[in-house]
């Protein structure tokens, strides 16, 4: 009997963690360039050991681990010279700083760029865009016009080169924040041919909005099934407690 209380609460709580990031997902389906998460579950045996008592082990799902979709937002044209979009499986590298002031480096496809008072490039979110040498970029004021390879030029003149990288392994990949991915440095290399810069574009969220609502909708159906599971539960221990122990 406490095994069952056990199961169904694990899987309501699986549900619950789900429901979660299925309303994260839905809140940035409008996000540039954001990835959605995804869920990964596992089986395990409610009966370990059992063998040696012959009886047969019981299986159940449980929360393994959550990853993020490597899928492609849909890419709309929309004219503004800062806004960037990568083809193929390409990201930019941004700096970000903790409370305490120390760098590290995050990886993001959101290419809706700005500039500051100093000309600094940033990122929506105000992180500093990495060249091809891990440095800041600074543009002087004029025409911005950038190539398939990430050349920014300023007026016609080269002024900067973009740093465009790959990352090797998704499953290896935490976001850090928002839009920006974090993973170790082995498993970022240097971007190939495949990936090229398109000027005057963004991608999307790869979030597909209707999915989403099916997945909450399925999502929902299992936590009602586990609540009324739970409910069978306590009203066979509530029988068994008034029973066990009666004389007569």
Not at 35 to 49: I, K, Q
Request: proline share 1%.
């Amino acid at each position: 009997m406490n095994r069952g209380f056990y199961i169904s609460g694990v899987a309501g709580q699986m549900t619950g963690n789900k429901l979660d990031s299925i309303s994260h997902n839905l809140a940035n389906v409008n996000t540039v360039g954001f990835m959605r998460d995804r869920s990964a579950f596992s089986t395990v045996l409610a009966n370990v050991g059992a063998e040696s008592t012959g009886v047969k082990s019981a299986a159940y799902m449980t929360m393994d681990h959550q990853f993020i979709s490597p899928d492609k937002g849909l890419i709309r044209k929309t004219g503004n010279d800062f806004d960037f979009a990568l083809r193929g499986n390409g990201f930019f590298k941004v700096q970000m700083t903790d409370a305490q002031g120390k760098t590290s480096v995050g990886y993001t496809r959101a290419g809706d760029f700005h500039m500051d008072a100093q000309g600094t490039l940033l990122t929506e979110s105000n992180l500093p865009i990495l060249d091809n040498k891990g440095k800041k970029i600074t543009l002087p004021q004029g025409i911005l016009t950038a190539t398939r390879e990430g050349k920014l030029s300023i007026n016609q003149l080269e002024v900067a080169q973009v740093g465009l990288y790959q990352i090797k392994d998704m499953t290896q990949v935490q976001k850090a924040s928002g839009t920006v991915l974090e993973t170790d440095a082995k498993n970022v290399k240097v971007a190939d041919n495949s990936v090229s810069l398109e000027q005057g574009m963004l991608e999307g969220s790869n979030v597909n909005s209707v999915l989403m609502m099916v997945e909450m909708m399925q999502n929902s159906r299992s936590n009602q099934s586990m609540m009324k599971l739970l409910e069978q539960y306590n009203q066979q221990e509530g029988l068994l407690n008034d029973k066990v122990g009666r004389v007569g």
